[in-house]
């Protein structure tokens, strides 16, 4: 009996061990501000296994071990797509460009200032105008 429970254990415990889960968790936040993105939908592609974000932008999956296809999303933002291999807990955090950026803007405090119209020329016109 004692041989019997031996040679299960041998040959079920690796089966059992490989079928294991990884943590894959991060922050999603906002690339202009750096403030997080509550609601982002994150979800590997294959298996649909997903979740969103809490109001501090975290979220937490557990995936299994092998290549992982992860999308992020959210709402007036480009998505995030990455394909990478789980072999061990992982931490994917990333800053979501929101739809309107664009590499020939200026971040100025919260805003977004077309570097091409400069404030006095957008005020000059509006005198000119009038």
Known sequence: MFRLFFLGVVI???QVAE???LSLSG???NFITGEPIEN???YETASGIGTIT???GY???LLQKGE???KITSAGSESYNATFVMASDTIVSVELKPHNFSKNSIVAGNKIVKDSVSEDEKSNSARKRR
Do not use: E
Request: hydrophobic share 50%; aromatic share 14%.
């Open 12 to 14: 079920l415990f690796p």
């Open 19 to 21: 079928a294991q889960l």
């Open 27 to 29: 922050y999603v936040k």
């Open 40 to 42: 982002a939908a994150i």
């Open 54 to 56: 809490n109001r501090d």
């Open 59 to 61: 979220y937490k999956l």
């Open 68 to 70: 992982q296809k992860l």
